[in-house]
């Protein structure tokens, strides 16, 4: 669906507005909650640590590394939330949960760096 351009009503592009702020997926600053605290803290220390970014460039990598793998743990985190509410049923197949689950795949697909087109060629 590469030819989409987003939402063209007030109402769609009002929604979409708030997407950072109902999941904090699409923002670009890692989302931590207090609890969250040490286990975020320890992968930026361990990423840091394996990665040894020297200068601007490598500084700007590492970031983006780092929001990456937090966001995909997160996506992690929610997409066990779904199953729990699901009743054990696998969330892309309960209809009470299948769009948030397609949502939550595509983010972590995005942060993986993974593209659908990239695969079929």
Do not use: C
């Not at 361990?46 to 995909?72: C, D, K, V």
């Not at 949502?103 to 060629?121: C, I, K, P, T, V």
């Amino acid at each position: 669906m590469p030819n989409q351009s987003g939402p063209n009503t007030p109402e769609g592009k009002a929604a979409s507005s708030r997407n950072a702020t109902r999941h904090g997926l699409t923002s670009m600053h890692p989302v931590v909650t207090e609890n969250d605290r040490p286990e975020f803290e320890a992968l930026e220390a361990h990423l840091r640590f394996s990665l040894a970014p020297t200068g601007f460039l490598q500084e700007l990598t590492y970031s983006r590394i780092l929001i990456s793998a937090w966001n995909m743990q997160r996506v992690l985190k929610l997409e066990n939330a779904l199953l729990e509410n699901s009743l054990g049923e696998d969330p892309l197949n309960h209809p009470d949960t299948v769009k948030q689950a397609a949502l939550y795949q595509r983010y972590y697909a995005r942060f993986e760096g993974w593209n659908a087109s990239s695969a079929s060629n």
